[in-house]
């Protein structure tokens, strides 16, 4: 991925989404379509991609996926590429949608942990942007089209350097350290069994190579 500024928003007039709309309902190929209100608000679907890297901490009876942890909450790895998708209006902000997305799936991490991206494809190439908390999502969906070729949506943790880590609790902190524990040793392993088939092999070949005559 390659990052980019966030492009300026051009706002459509009333009668422009109004076309944008109908555009949008005629290539509809998933029956996801928008609805245009009478005050000027629409509705419509998003599809979110999960890309998590640090476990997320939900209710235990609503957990799946693998299992870091179990007690009253419970921490967990979510699938790569999990695709959720959420019915949204065009007020809606993308802190928003990033809290009702937890909402819907129990998840009890603060919101503020993560952060939402487009990702869009340009000449060839793929172009992610981290959207600021006031954009609106559905905007972007419509201005783009439903092609999801052409915009997608992102939620993934914040950089390590923004992690805001007064935002997780110290059950959470101490369950992150025992799963960096965890996978630290299981590369150590690996690392150790590696260079001992490497020593193996080299020994092997200094013992062909002197072998008395």
């Known amino acids: 991925d390659v990052q980019k500024e966030r492009e300026p928003h051009v706002y459509l007039s009333k009668e422009e989404v109004k076309e944008k709309i109908q555009s949008y309902n005629s290539s509809v190929t998933d029956k ?7 005050n000027g608000i629409y509705t ?29 909450e419970t921490a967990f790895y979510l699938p790569d590429g999990w695709v959720n998708t959420l019915h949204i209006s065009s ?40 959207l600021s908390d006031r954009e609106h999502p559905l905007y972007l969906r419509l201005v783009a089209g439903p092609r ?15 992690v805001m880590w007064e935002a997780f609790s110290i059950p959470e902190l101490q369950n992150f350290l025992r799963i960096l524990d965890k996978e630290e040793n ?10 001992a088939a490497y020593r193996d092999k080299l020994e092997e070949a200094l013992g062909g190579v002197w072998k008395p005559g």
């Open 44 to 72: 419509g679907f998003i599809k979110v991609q999960m890309e998590l890297c640090r476990p997320i901490t939900v209710q235990s009876s609503q957990s799946q996926g693998r299992c870091a942890h179990s007690n009253n």
């Open 148 to 162: 999801t070729e052409m915009l997608s949506f992102v939620l993934r943790e914040h950089e390590t350097g923004e």
């Open 32 to 38: 996801l379509k928008m609805t245009l209100n009478a």
């Open 91 to 130: 007020t809606n902000t993308v802190r928003e949608v990033i809290e009702a997305l937890l909402k819907k799936f129990f998840v009890a991490d603060n919101p503020a942990k993560f952060a939402l991206y487009k990702r869009c494809h340009k000449e060839d190439q793929v172009y992610t942007c981290k």
């Open 186 to 195: 299981e590369q150590l392993q690996i690392l150790k069994k590696r260079y």
